[in-house]
Nanobody
Framework: QVQVVESGGGSVQAGGSLRLTCTIS????????MGWFRQAEGKERERVSL????????VYADSVKGRFTISRDNAKNTLYLQMNSLKPEDTAMYYC???????????????????WGQGTQVTVSS
């Protein structure tokens, strides 16, 4: 059974930084693409950043380019999202997702993301 667990969210002031961490178990981590998504209250889910199995290919939403960095440590089955220069509009629940085809699959960037965590809240105050 695949388990996805996010951590690292919190409340920060605008201009601050946070580092989100996602640990995966129950799957061969380095075989699959991974992604970070977010959903603000009253809004639809938004892709934040994706990374391929090796980390050689990354995708970013225009709204976070130059401020966020996605990375992975395949030896630790862990995905990261370094978020700098945070803005109030970054406030959302952030979800980690692993590539896979399930009843909860969400297509983005050429991959189906079927395994999702419970999310970690990021709140940025002005």
């Amino acid at each position: 059974q695949v388990q996805v667990v996010e951590s690292g969210g919190g409340s920060v002031q605008a201009g601050g930084s946070l580092r989100l961490t996602c640990t995966i178990s129950g799957m061969t981590f380095d075989d699959y693409a991974m992604g970070w998504f977010r959903q603000a209250e009253g809004k639809e889910r938004e892709r934040v950043s994706l990374i391929n199995w090796s980390g050689s290919d990354t995708v970013y939403a225009d709204s976070v380019k130059g401020r966020f960095t996605i990375s992975r440590d395949n030896a630790k089955n862990t995905l990261y999202l370094q978020m700098n220069s945070l803005k109030p509009e970054d406030t959302a629940m952030y979800y980690c997702a692993a590539e896979g085809t399930t009843t909860h699959s969400y297509y983005s960037g050429g991959w189906y993301f079927g395994y999702w965590g419970q999310g970690t809240q990021v709140t940025v105050s002005s």
